[in-house]
């Protein structure tokens, strides 16, 4: 009775292997690594992009206003960062010194989540691929046991023609 059940039989599913890769990465982050993924997440986008501009034109126009008023009128507030705008390259490039490697930091991490997520599509294929060539020799072993049905038919039908005719 075992040899009817076919490859079906001896096949043992183990387990689950599909995993959520962003709850086991989230899970192991550091309180370092939540801050420069968000530091990342702001710095990458448009509302920062577009506060820095709006910030960097008030403080250019700013100095501007205050260098030419200081031209006409001596007694007027003088410009604390005149053309050629020093301190606002020291401001930019203090930002850019910090901000660029906390999103180099932040972009490995993304690159070692997609390697692991690559990992577990690797397993998960694996598994398909395990399974399918057990359901595809179960599908062989199914056609056989048709077949040998069909025969056994063939012959019982015969029988029954020969053995009805003489009737």
Known sequence: ?????????????VGHVIKNVNLE?????????????????????????????????????FNIFLAYNISVNETFLEAWDPYPFILLNLVLSFQAAYTGPVVMMSQNRSVEKDRIAADIDYQINRKAEEEIKVIMAHLVHQDKLIMMLLEKLEVEKAKFENGGAGL
């Open 1 to 13: 009775m075992s040899e009817l059940k076919g490859p079906i039989e001896k096949y043992n599913h």
């Open 25 to 61: 990465f989230r899970e192991k982050l550091t309180m370092g690594q939540r801050v420069a993924d968000w530091i990342a997440r702001v710095v990458g986008s448009w509302p920062f992009i577009i506060y820095q501009s709006i910030i960097i034109s008030i403080w250019i126009g």
